[in-house]
């Protein structure tokens, strides 16, 4: 097997991955977001119950259908770009002789943030975080 065969055949495993992960992420968001209805929201700000269009509305459904076919790319993305700082924080981790808090420092930013696109993100409601939200000042 040639170098060029390994590269596609790797290359078309990843991606498989890729996606298989970003519909699990879409799956399970839709889902926790169904049985969340009628919970409110801690922060009320960012919620405005009078811009939202009605969940039958054709304005809902083309958001919901933007969302969805926004969320592939930028889900996937976001999970290679989560996997790459796993892998660079444990690096720097190990280097630096067990340093949680550089590893730390890596692994916050990039696993936490926004790994799908909602409706309130399209409108404005909401800010997407790619790389995780800017950290609160200590109290």
Not at 64 to 72: D, T, V
Not at 78 to 102: D, F, S
Request: include cysteine; hydrophobic fraction near 40%.
């Amino acid at each position: 097997m040639n170098a060029n065969c390994f590269l596609r055949l790797l290359t078309g495993r990843m991606l498989l991955l890729g996606t298989t992960l970003a519909i699990v992420l879409l799956v399970g968001e839709q889902s926790v977001m169904a049985h969340g209805d009628g919970i409110s929201e801690a922060n009320p700000s960012h919620a405005s119950e009078s811009s939202s269009p009605s969940p039958s509305s054709p304005k809902a459904a083309g958001l919901q259908a933007a969302c969805w076919a926004l969320s592939m790319p930028y889900g996937a993305a976001k999970i290679a770009y989560a996997i790459g700082g796993g892998v660079v924080g444990g690096l720097a981790w190990t280097v630096t002789g067990g340093n949680m808090e550089l590893a730390k420092s890596i692994w916050v930013p990039s696993m936490t943030g926004d790994y799908i696109i909602q409706p309130q993100h399209l409108t404005r409601d909401k800010h997407l975080y790619f790389v995780g939200p800017p950290e609160e000042p200590p109290l």
